[in-house]
T-cell receptor
Framework: AQSVAQPEDQVNVAEGNPLTVKCTYS??????LFWYVQYPNRGLQFLLK??????LVKGSYGFEAEFNKSQTSFHLKKPSALVSDSALYFC????????????FGTGTRLKVLA | DAGVIQSPRHEVTEMGQEVTLRCKPI?????LFWYRQTMMRGLELLIY????????DSGMPEDRFSAKMPNASFSTLKIQPSEPRDSAVYFC????????????FGPGTRLTVT
C-alpha cells in the first residue's frame, strides 16, 4: 500500500537557524512528491515538487527538498528560518497506479522562535 | 486567475439539515478533489473527479455524502442529513492537465453542525 509518513508532529527551530521537516514515503514505482504549507484559516499552498531529474528541488519562499530514493525520503529544508515560516507543512505523494490519487501525510507543525 | 473558489466560507446548520458546498476550479484544470480536515483525522480525501467523471469516491464516509460535477467549472458536495460529526473544514482543490501535477486548494468551507 502507498503511504506517506511525517514522523514529527512539531518541529521547533530558532529564527536564522536551518530547518528540516522530514517525510518518508512508500510507493510502487517512481513517485511524484510534493510539499504544501498551510497557514491558519487558509487552504493548502503548493511549495515544491519532485517529478524527475535533479534530486534537489527548489520551491517558493526559499524552501528546498531533497529526493533520496534509497532512503525513500523527501525532506523539506530551508537554510535560514523566518518567524513567518511558522505553519503546518504537508508532504504528499501521487500514486502512479490504480486511481492515481494523492496521499497526504499527517502534517508537521513548524514553529520558528524569535 | 482567481484561484479555486469555494462557497460559502462558513456554514452553520442544525443537525438533520441538508448542506451544499460549492466549488469552482481553476479554469483549464481537469481534475477536482474534495477533502475534509479535522483535528482528529487530519486531511482526508473524500472524492476526486477527472474530466468531470468521479474516479475514486472511496473516501466518502457514508451515503449521506454525495458529490457532483455537472461541468468543468462547477462541483458540489452535499450532506443530507447533516450530523454534528460532519463539522470540519472542507477543501476543494483542482489540478491542471498533464504538465501540472500539483493541486491548488481553495480557501475552504468551515462547516459547523449543531
Amino acid at each position: 500500500a502507498q503511504s506517506v509518513a511525517q514522523p514529527e508532529d512539531q518541529v521547533n527551530v530558532a529564527e536564522g537557524n536551518p530547518l528540516t521537516v522530514k517525510c518518508t514515503y512508500s510507493v510502487s514505482g517512481n513517485p511524484y512528491l510534493f510539499w504544501y504549507v498551510q497557514y491558519p484559516n487558509r487552504g493548502l499552498q503548493f511549495l515544491l515538487k519532485y517529478i524527475t531529474g535533479d534530486n534537489l528541488v527548489k520551491g517558493s519562499y526559499g524552501f528546498e527538498a531533497e529526493f533520496n530514493k534509497s532512503q525513500t525520503s523527501f525532506h523539506l529544508k530551508k537554510p535560514s528560518a523566518l518567524v513567518s515560516d511558522s505553519a503546518l507543512y504537508f508532504c504528499a505523494v501521487r500514486a502512479l497506479s490504480g486511481t492515481y490519487k494523492y496521499i497526504f501525510g499527517t502534517g508537521t507543525r513548524l514553529k520558528v522562535l524569535a | 486567475d482567481a484561484g479555486v473558489i469555494q462557497s460559502p466560507r462558513h456554514e452553520v446548520t442544525e443537525m438533520g439539515q441538508e448542506v451544499t458546498l460549492r466549488c469552482k476550479p481553476i479554469s483549464g484544470h481537469n481534475s477536482l478533489f474534495w477533502y475534509r480536515q479535522t483535528m482528529m483525522r487530519g486531511l482526508e480525501l473524500l472524492i476526486y473527479f477527472n474530466n468531470n467523471v468521479p474516479i475514486d469516491d472511496s473516501g466518502m464516509p457514508e451515503d449521506r455524502f454525495s458529490a457532483k460535477m455537472p461541468n468543468a467549472s462547477f462541483s458540489t458536495l452535499k450532506i443530507q442529513p447533516s450530523e454534528p460529526r460532519d463539522s470540519a473544514v472542507y477543501f476543494c482543490a483542482s489540478r491542471g492537465g498533464l504538465a501540472g501535477h500539483e493541486q491548488y486548494f481553495g480557501p475552504g468551507t468551515r462547516l459547523t453542525v449543531t
